[in-house]
């Protein structure tokens, strides 16, 4: 298989993607990596559950960091994610499946949250 031809295709298919579109993948990949460290943790592969929690730390951080927040929706967004990051943070130090399952609950649901203000927010720009 030609790597360089699927890479030119994954790098192609990110930048047409529209913000909501982004946003929905980035929640699903760490649903997914939360999932993964899950899996590791019944496993008892230790270097598998830090891999994953650490890239669920590396996506949320990246979302926090795209915030406006000089707006108020920003500033309180930006605090569910620092509460994501601490519940990150008691998952790796006690590897609870328990909260894993919470926090993959809530990252589901504000990817669902997005994507329906995505929709809406496209359905209103062809209207215009």
Same mark, same amino acid.
């Given at each position: ?15 047409? !993607? ?8 980035? =929640? %699903?990949? *760490?649903?997914? #990596?939360? $999932?993964?460290?899950? !899996? ?8 598998? =559950? %830090?891999? *994953?929690?650490? #890239?669920? $730390?590396?996506?949320i951080?990246y ?55 995505d ?10």
């Amino acid at each position: 298989m030609n790597n360089y031809g699927y890479q030119n295709y994954k790098q192609q298919s990110v930048s047409t !993607m529209t913000s909501g579109e982004l946003l929905t993948l980035l =929640f %699903d990949e *760490s649903a997914k #990596r939360l $999932t993964k460290a899950e !899996m590791a943790i019944k496993a008892e592969n230790f270097p598998e =559950f %830090d891999a *994953s929690m650490n #890239r669920v $730390t590396e996506i949320i951080r990246y979302l926090d960091s795209t915030l406006d927040k000089t707006y108020p929706i920003g500033q309180e967004i930006s605090k569910l994610y620092e509460f994501f990051q601490f519940q990150v943070a008691r998952i790796k130090a006690g590897r609870n499946v328990e909260l894993i399952h919470n926090l993959r609950s809530m990252i589901l649901d504000l990817k669902n949250t997005f994507k329906e203000a995505d929709r809406i927010t496209q359905a209103e720009l062809v209207k215009n």
